[in-house]
């Protein structure tokens, strides 16, 4: 049986343009309530008004690098599906 609640990864989304954000610290919240743990990449909300702090003040994991995040997640949560490169 799994001892860890599941964690749900928001990378930044990578499409050129593209300022919208998977997780915002609100969603991260209710996420929570629910019994997941969440993280972030790093810099992840900046273009869509969030910052890493804000994501820090909620109790997400700012995570540093896309790879760390996708190694780390169990579920990702993207705007944007992901290309090969991810």
Do not use: H
Request: hydrophobic share 45%; charged share 25%.
């Amino acid at each position: 049986m799994r001892q860890d609640p599941m964690a749900i990864g928001a990378p930044k989304e990578i499409t050129l343009g593209e300022a919208r954000v998977a997780m915002t610290p609100d969603s991260a919240r209710q996420l929570q309530k629910l019994g997941y743990s969440c993280l972030i990449e790093s810099g992840a909300g900046r273009a869509a008004g969030f910052s890493d702090e804000m994501f820090d003040a909620v109790g997400v994991t700012v995570v540093s690098t896309a790879d760390d995040l996708w190694a780390a997640a169990d579920i990702i949560a993207k705007v944007r599906q992901p290309n090969a490169a991810e």
